[in-house]
């Protein structure tokens, strides 16, 4: 609900504070008093597009401040929540705009920018006119006023859920058929590939195994000579031999040297271990070194073979075994892709046909709130004086979409037989006013917590028809907040707060103010819109008649 809006240097009001009331509050004035500006700078507050020059004459800046009361379940809190900024149960807007044009906004003393303002004015102001363009007017919208009478958002849910399923299915059967596509283009090369592959089945680390295998075979020769000199200098006729005879004539000797012998045998036993295990290394390195010549031919046949492979498909020669997997898992994929895409295929129709179900029983709860709503504004236009004319709920099939495969328009026929149209194309202003207004009580109903602002919707009705309108006005209001522009005392009389805007002239400046009319002003002032300028005692008593019918 709108608490209060405090208005400062914009165009001819120079400093206004309004404290607004649940229920019906009525703004009368004469017409260029300044009605038109109050809402101008409502807009701007709420970060509507309007008027390019706000700022009043001679002042540095303009500036409005709106105060919200926010229940706990209202939807401004997910706007402010995902925009960053702090919530809680009291909203102020705040927005400034210098005479040069600039403008800066404030959300609950935090910045904010002009869009998150428009946001917020979607959950917190709704705005009536005859060119409202934003709501009832605009057939862009009326799909989704038609759910919410009907109360079908959790139908129109699982469509938009199908809508995305099935639009997952397509793209991933896409997807695999353009890969089914591009494996085909290579088949020839991948069977080719894989066959050398499989023929030469390399290995991982096959290539550093078979250069040093090699390396080791082109030298050996030579080696094996060296070690086998060194096999035979060790031997029994080298130096075993000779540190064994040593040994034994030390073992003879020791038993007259008193103990001087046994430290040089004792070393002599050692060093004999130690050959012992030289001479195994070696035999062992003699076994290695001995190799058939056409060893050394298959090695480097099979390492050149691994590289020019390697170089052929631009890969190291250890990245050829995991190269070879990669071209089998796209041969397998070519084999299996025709039962894939038989499966994907099988998933799309699947995925489509939920679509079309879950479309077609919000498309048939449509047309059945199509229905209902048509007869609840049926029964508004009667107390209207309207009750010659046909309000029409049409549903015609379109392109299905994410909100279903129906295209909604709310259209009127002013007179049985004559032509039926949109609502702003067919209907006159006073007309227009009144289906608007019919159409709002029928979708507002049983709601809460709204402010809605009407815009002289009474205009171009009088007499019993305005009274009717004024009726419809407050039925709105209860539980809520309406604010109405009205220039109808039958609309003024039946409102629960009363506001007169007003010009005033003061040292050659010309201001508009907003006053808060008690009883009496209200007698006076109801007056002045049956009489005119002139009030008459007449005046009086049919404004009192009016206020307390």
């Known amino acids: 609900m709108l608490r209060a809006l405090d208005i400062s240097d914009m165009l001819i009001i120079d400093r206004l504070e309004l404290a607004f009331q649940p229920g019906l509050n009525v703004l009368t004035g004469e017409t260029g008093a300044g009605k ?27 500036e ?13 809190h997910a706007v402010l929540d995902e925009a960053g900024l702090p919530g809680g149960d009291e909203l102020i807007l705040r927005r400034v705009n210098t005479a040069d044009g ?32 934003r709501g009832l007017l605009n057939p862009r919208g009326h799909r989704t006023i038609l759910d919410e009478f009907g109360g079908l958002d959790g139908k129109r849910a699982k469509v938009r859920t199908a809508w995305r399923a099935a639009g997952q299915a397509r793209k991933a059967l896409a997807d695999a058929e353009a890969q089914m596509q591009a494996i085909r283009d290579e088949e020839e090369f991948l069977r080719h590939a894989v066959a050398e592959l499989n023929t030469l089945d390399p290995q991982t680390g096959e290539d550093a195994a078979l250069d040093a295998s090699r390396r080791l075979m082109q030298g050996a020769e030579r080696i094996r000579d060296d070690v086998q000199r060194a096999h035979q200098a060790l031997g029994h006729d080298g130096a075993e031999g000779a540190v064994s005879d040593a040994m034994r004539w030390l073992d003879g000797a020791a038993e007259k040297a008193e103990g001087q012998l046994d430290a040089p045998l004792a070393a002599l036993a050692r060093c004999m271990v130690e050959m012992d295990e030289a001479m195994d290394g070696i035999v062992a390195a003699l076994e290695t070194l001995s190799f058939n010549p056409s060893d050394l031919e298959d090695t ?37 892709g025709a039962a894939d895409l038989g499966r994907l295929t099988s998933e799309v129709a699947a995925a489509e046909a ?5 479309a077609d029983t919000l498309s048939m709860a449509r047309k059945n709130s199509a229905k209902k709503l048509d007869k609840a504004v049926m029964g508004e236009l ?33 007179n049985p037989g004559a032509p039926s149209g949109a609502l702003n194309k067919i209907a006159s202003g006073g007309e227009l006013s009144r289906f608007l207004l019919a159409l709002k009580v029928c979708l507002t109903g049983g709601r809460t917590g709204l402010t809605m602002i009407f815009d002289e919707i009474d205009r171009g009705v009088g007499g019993a028809t305005a009274d009717a309108v004024g009726r419809r006005l407050a039925t709105l209001a209860h539980g809520g907040q309406v604010l109405v522009v009205t220039h109808s005392p039958q609309v003024a009389a039946l409102g629960a707060h009363h506001w007169r805007v007003q010009k005033q002239v003061s040292k050659g400046m010309t201001t508009s103010q907003v006053v808060a009319l008690d009883a009496t ?19 009086r008593g049919a404004a009192r008649a009016l206020l307390n019918s």
């Open 36 to 62: 038109s500006i109050l809402l101008d700078s409502l807009g701007f507050v709420l970060g509507w597009r309007g008027r390019a020059e706000l700022v009043r004459q001679g002042a540095e800046q303009g």
């Open 64 to 76: 409005v401040t709106a105060c919200f009361d926010l229940p706990a379940d209202h939807p401004a």
């Open 102 to 133: 600039r403008k800066t906004a404030w959300v609950n003393d935090r910045r904010c920018s002009g869009e998150t303002l428009r946001a917020l004015s979607d959950t917190l102001i709704e705005l009536h006119g005859q060119h409202d363009d």
């Open 300 to 336: 480097e046949e099979r390492l050149f073979a691994i590289r020019a492979m390697a170089r052929k498909h631009d890969v190291i020669p250890d990245e050829l075994a995991a190269f070879g997997e990669t071209l089998r898992a796209k041969l397998n994929a070519l084999d299996a």
């Open 354 to 358: 939920a679509y079309r179900a879950a």
């Open 382 to 414: 009667a107390p209207l004086k309207m009750e010659r004319a046909v309000f029409t709920t049409q549903i015609e099939a379109e392109e299905p979409g994410p909100d279903g495969i129906d295209n909604v328009a709310f259209t009127v026929a002013t």
């Open 521 to 539: 002003d209200r007698v006076d002032e109801i007056a002045r819109m049956l009489a005119g300028d002139t009030i008459t005692d007449e005046a």
